[in-house]
């Protein structure tokens, strides 16, 4: 069983849909967890960072974490064309990057 | 220059060539990481460098040499690869290892053995 498990899509919506994007994971450890995203022919960029449990809220975008299910979810609220990318999880049992582990990220394409 | 840079942005190496790939970063970090990204697959961490010392190698092959000779500059030294080495490398930077969780990306090279 993986550690992280992110769906890969690709996932296509009409723009202005509300898009939720999801990962489980298995090591009850984790508390730190991120969402980057990463756009065609670019490395990933940090998007969403969520100590333990609970919601986080920046603008269109919410990350969600669930840790009695081992699950979390990012929301993009209004989507737009510009949030066609891959979405990738990444979480850590520890504080610092070096143990960040990633799901296999989801493609996401919003149609105009 | 701001963030953090690779060279090249793509590179095409026979089987028996020798190259590097090189990483910049300009953010005054102090760890810096090497991984390696297929398709459908995870992002793969290959190497940890904290303050230019080597703090992990995720069982990497032999063919892959990283190189840290400051804190804001990374290499991996390329020889003898196999086509499933064909990924793209990204090189990552943050403040410590252990401080502050944000690793800090470059645009990766994409590398193609034949």
């Known amino acids: 069983q993986k550690e992280v498990e992110q769906d890969p899509g690709p996932l296509s919506v009409p723009e202005g849909a509300i898009v939720s994007l999801n990962c489980t994971y298995s090591n009850s450890a984790f508390q730190y967890f991120m969402w980057y995203r990463q756009y065609s022919r670019k490395g990933p960029e940090l998007l969403m960072y969520t100590y333990s449990s609970g919601n986080k809220e920046d603008g269109r975008f919410t990350a969600q974490v669930d840790k009695s299910s081992k699950y979390i979810s990012l929301f993009i609220r209004d989507s737009q064309p510009s949030d066609s990318a891959t979405y990738l999880c990444?979480?850590?049992?520890?504080?610092?990057?070096?143990?960040?582990?990633f799901g296999q990220g989801t493609r996401l394409t919003i149609n105009p | 220059e701001t963030g953090v840079t690779q060279t090249p942005r793509h590179l095409v190496m026979g089987m028996t060539n020798k190259k590097s790939l090189k990483c910049e970063q300009h953010l005054g970090h102090n760890a810096m990481y090497w991984y390696k990204q297929s398709a459908k697959k995870p992002l793969e961490l290959m190497f940890v460098y904290n303050f230019k010392e080597q703090t992990e190698n995720n069982s990497v092959p032999s063919r892959f040499s990283p190189e840290c000779p400051n804190s804001s500059h990374l290499f991996l030294h390329l020889h003898t690869l196999q086509p499933e080495d064909s990924a793209l490398y990204l090189c990552?930077?943050?403040?410590?290892?252990?401080?502050?969780?944000?690793?800090?990306f470059g645009q990766g090279t994409r590398l193609t053995v034949v």
């Open positions: 990552a930077s943050s403040l410590t290892t252990t401080g502050g969780t944000e690793a800090f």
């Open positions: 990444a979480m850590s049992a520890v504080q610092g990057a070096q143990k960040l582990v």
